[in-house]
């Protein structure tokens, strides 16, 4: 059955520092992989995914994330977060012949100014 | 162009009470989706609906009930609550699939029961 993991719960980095947020999946078959961020009081909005093809995919805000399937992992990553970066992050995965999305955990990203 | 909306935004209940959340959707989407958000458990899906007329289960179904009379609303349905059922609840929607499909969220319901 699928299942996604975040290491992280919480992640407090310094303003205009990198950031990585971990996430793997199990699965035995294909999958499709998608990071969505939810701001305070808001609902979830997609960042990227991957659907097949490169492996590194960029979205918006400046992020991007590998896709690594031997690792069965999908790191987000942002070379300088800001402020507004301050949010929870959300790793999904699907496996393309199943209709549902499976969410982790999420990890709560904290910039310091 | 609203998106998607939700119907209460806040609501307090008590055990035994029911109580019916409305989602709406204005994209034209066939897909809508409800989902529960509890502390560190991310997101679950309780029932989805991949068109018009039609229902399915998720992941945690249990105590809930759907309806999709039109495309455009998805009801989340509670007949009897339970303090279990204490969460955030998000309603979504996607164009086809949400597997390889963006889903839409809207801004939640917050719901205590007591």
């Known amino acids: 059955a699928q299942s996604v993991t975040q290491l992280d719960s919480q992640v407090p980095v310094f303003e205009e520092a990198p950031v990585e947020l971990r996430c793997n999946y199990s699965?035995?078959?294909?999958?499709?992989l998608f990071w969505y961020v939810q701001y305070p009081n808001q609902g979830l909005q997609l960042l990227l995914k991957?659907?097949?093809?490169?492996?590194l995919v960029k979205g918006i805000n400046g992020f991007e994330a590998e896709f690594n399937k031997s690792q069965t992992s999908f790191h987000l990553r942002k070379p300088s977060v800001h402020i507004s970066d301050t949010a929870e992050y959300f790793c999904?995965?699907?496996?393309?012949?199943?209709?549902?999305?499976?969410f982790g955990p999420g990890t709560s990203l904290s910039v310091i100014p | 162009n609203a998106g998607v909306t939700q119907t209460p935004k806040f609501r307090v209940l008590k055990t035994g009470q029911s109580m019916t959340l409305l989602c709406a959707q204005d994209?034209?989407?066939?897909?809508m989706y409800w989902y529960r958000q509890d502390p560190g458990m991310g997101l679950r899906l309780i029932h989805y609906?991949?068109?018009?007329?039609?229902?399915a289960k998720g992941e945690v179904p249990d105590g809930y009930n759907v309806s999709r009379l039109k495309k455009q609303n998805f009801l989340l349905g509670l007949e009897s609550a339970a303090p279990s059922q204490t969460s955030v609840y998000f309603c979504?929607?996607?164009?086809?699939?949400?597997?390889?499909?963006?889903?839409?969220f809207g801004p939640g319901t917050r719901l205590t029961v007591l």
């Open positions: 999904a995965v699907s496996e393309t012949s199943y209709d549902k999305v499976i």
């Open positions: 994209m034209n989407h066939e897909y």
């Open positions: 699965s035995s078959v294909s999958v499709y």
């Open positions: 609906s991949v068109g018009e007329g039609t229902t």
């Open positions: 979504a929607s996607s164009f086809q699939s949400g597997r390889y499909n963006e889903q839409f």
């Open positions: 991957y659907l097949s093809g490169s492996t």
